[in-house]
């Protein structure tokens, strides 16, 4: 399956938050991510991910690893996933070690995830807080075969919209890159430069 997936940088974060209280009820997460590679980096130069993440909720907490193949859409990021839930975290993390792998990037995400139905498909939307970068970020996403990725898109930018997202707004950048810019020190301008 393909998660056809857009981000975009939220201008107006209690304005979006009131307009997805209206469409479901959200429920508050804590991500803690971790983040695999090789020693050389492999995985980052094919844009692949490997990822642990153990989901902090207010009823349990739970762990998924997933595996993200390269883009199949350059425009969206949007890429093919494998994810399956874990019972023993620590016993993951350890497996993907004594695989070689390191930790490439470890950081947290501050969730409000609100699933709902929008243009036929089930989608969930995810209001994020990561407390390292500026900004509230919005993920929407959906679950879709390769062959229906384009049509899913351009009903996740309607949606988008009717959530008060601009065009301007959209951003491919992941949290990971940002992350580790922000820890080298340095800063948006310098990014963009």
């Given amino acids: 399956m393909i998660e056809a997936e857009l981000k975009a940088c939220v201008q107006t974060p209690e304005e979006t938050l009131r307009r997805l209280d209206e469409r479901a009820v959200g429920r508050a997460e804590v991500y803690q991510d971790t983040y695999y590679d090789t020693a050389e980096g492999a995985l980052e130069a094919r844009d692949e991910e490997l990822r642990v993440r153990t989901v902090h909720g207010a ?70 807080r990561v407390p390292e970068l500026d900004g509230t970020f919005l993920e929407l996403e959906t679950l879709v075969e390769e062959k229906e990725l384009q049509g899913a898109l351009h009903d996740i930018r309607e949606v988008l919209v009717e959530l008060g997202i601009g065009a301007d707004d959209f951003t491919r950048e992941q949290y990971t890159a940002a992350v580790r810019a922000r820890r080298a020190g340095v800063t948006d301008r310098e990014k963009n430069a």
């Fill in 59 to 128: 009823d349990a907490t739970r762990t998924v690893l997933t595996y993200k193949g390269p883009p199949v859409d350059e425009g969206s990021g949007s890429k093919p996933e494998h994810e399956t839930s874990v019972e023993d975290a620590q016993a993951v993390h350890a497996l993907l070690r004594g695989l070689g792998y390191v930790p490439a990037v470890v950081f947290e995400k501050r969730c409000r995830n609100y699933a709902f139905e929008a243009r036929g498909r089930q989608m969930l939307a995810t209001l994020v």
